[in-house]
């Protein structure tokens, strides 16, 4: 059952997580500030996030003070040990995501997988739920109406996860109703 969640809820995280600001001349990949930061912010002002991401434009430095915080690396990466200079491979990047996918994995599994989901309801939350962290998923009203077998109306929250600080994000809303068609079976 594992590997049938993870063919259906990996393709979403590896679409909307995918590796920005690899250096064209070494390969590696860099670290880029949240979108919802200041930084973030500031670049999309300054109309220079695709070229951000696609390491073709740095922030001057006068942005370059700005928080980036959470900052991202490799396939949705962050955490402590990830910061504005941080530079991994490929395969650590690809490792780092093997480690997180399968904390997540046990950990949905933990919270959910003892209410008769299938595989695709499953890949739904677990894309939803390592954009959004396990606390936060956990303690949602998604959980709550599936662990109430209130499946359609499980399906109607993953809209809801649609903001970064507050601020209603155009990829957020695309990445959710891909992760509600999946919980519902349908082509997004």
Known sequence: ????????????????ERFYRRDRNTGMIKSYADP?????????RAGKWQAYLDDLWAPPMSMSQMSGAPWTI??????PDVGPNTVWS???????????????LNSLLRIVGSYGLNANQLGACLSLMYNIGEG???????????????????????PRWNKARGKVLGGLVKRR????????GEDA
């Open 1 to 16: 059952m594992k590997d049938q969640i993870l063919a259906a809820g990996v393709p979403i995280i590896k679409e909307w």
């Open 36 to 44: 919802a930061s200041p930084l973030g912010k500031a670049i999309q």
């Open 74 to 79: 490799g396939w949705g990466t962050t955490g």
């Open 90 to 104: 490929e395969s650590k990047c690809n490792q780092r995501f093997e480690e997180h996918l399968t904390k997540i």
């Open 136 to 158: 936060a998923f956990e303690t949602s009203t998604l959980v709550r109406k599936i662990r109430a077998r209130d499946f359609a109306g499980a399906a109607e929250q993953f």
């Open 177 to 184: 109703a891909q992760e509600r068609a999946l919980f519902l």
